[in-house]
Each structure stands twice: as C-alpha cells, then as structure tokens.
C-alpha cells in the first residue's frame, strides 16, 4: 500500500513519541526509561513491587511491539520497519489493527492505572500523557475531554482504541484524532 502524507506523518509522529532517547531506533532501553519516567511521575518508589511491576509491563509492551515490526529480529525498530508495519496493520483493516493494538493499550491502561479500575482518570492520563508520550501537560487535557466520549471523567481501553484507530484510519486532515499526539506538523 501506499501510504498518503498525512499517514506518513502520523505514522513519523508516533515513531518519535516512541524513540524516547531520540537515536532513531525503538529499542527495549526506550521502555525501560519510559517505566522509570511514569514510576516517577506516578510517584512509585524504584525497585518497589510496584516499580517491578510497572518494568514487567513496559517490557511485554516492548516485547509485542517488537514481535509485530522488527522485521529483521536484530532488537531494534527502525523508522522505516515501523512505518512498513504499521502500514501493513492499517490496510489490513480495522479489525485486524484492533486485533494487533488492543494489547497495546491494554498493556498502557493496566501500567498507568493506579487504582485497578481498569481505566484511566484525569490525574492517570496527565500521568501517561507526560511520562509515557512526552507530550506537554496542556495538551492532556484537551486530548482527555477529546477522547472521553461518554464524558464520564474516564477513559477505557475502548475509547482509547477507538481513538488510536481514527488516527491512523482517518484521512479527514482537520479529524480531531489527528490532535492525539499534539497538533500535527506541516
């Protein structure tokens, strides 16, 4: 398939809300910072049960990202295997991108969810938002009420899905599920 601009540029955008170190590969040492930053930022002591818990967690999220693009098996994703990937997933259909993605984030509600609801709240979000994307605070709260689509105050592994799919799905340049990951660049 070949991609449009706007999903090349979606596409590059996720890629670099991954790259937590910015070397341009994925690589398990993103995953294991990112679980540092949101320990932190979710005030887990380190080397607590729940920091030990929250590393498992970002590693099987690692470990399923990687099984899904790093064709060449050699522990890094590029930027090239993750745009054929994820290319690949989207013209294979919604259902098999729920199929592929649903783990995904389930494996960030289930790291993020401080209290075992099985969803996220405000002060949970802002937490994933900052930690786990490194996005700027001003932004989850627009992207929160955006994505809140019942507007209880809480966000599912349903809304957050079906948020993750409008973006890569939607070729509408002005959707609102293009501002997932802050406002797109030109």
């Not at 967690?57 to 099984?67: G, K, Q, S, T, V």
């Not at 098999?96 to 509600?109: A, K, M, N, T, W």
């Not at 409008?166 to 509408?172: G, I, W």
Request: glycine share 6%; charged share 30%.
């Amino acid at each position: 398939m070949q991609t449009t601009t706007l999903l090349e540029k979606k596409l590059h955008r996720r890629f670099d809300t991954w790259d937590i170190d910015g070397n341009g590969y994925l690589e398990v040492v993103d995953f294991i910072e990112r679980a540092r930053l949101v320990a932190a930022a979710a005030g887990v002591p380190f080397d607590s049960a729940d920091h030990r818990d929250l590393h498992r967690r970002f590693l099987a999220l690692w470990r399923l990202l990687a099984e899904f693009a790093d064709a060449d098996q050699d522990g890094r994703i590029t930027r090239a295997e993750f745009c054929t990937a994820f290319t690949s997933l989207v013209t294979r259909g919604a259902a098999e991108f729920d199929h592929v993605y649903r783990p995904l984030i389930q494996g960030s509600v289930d790291a993020l969810d401080t209290d075992g609801d099985g969803r996220l709240n405000r002060t949970e979000w802002r937490r994933w938002y900052v930690a786990f994307l490194r996005l700027p605070l001003h932004l989850a709260e627009t992207v929160f009420q955006a994505l809140d689509r019942d507007s209880d105050g809480y966000l599912t592994v349903a809304e957050i899905l079906y948020a993750v799919r409008d973006y890569y799905f939607n070729d509408d340049a002005d959707s609102p599920s293009n501002q997932l990951l802050g406002p797109m660049q030109s």
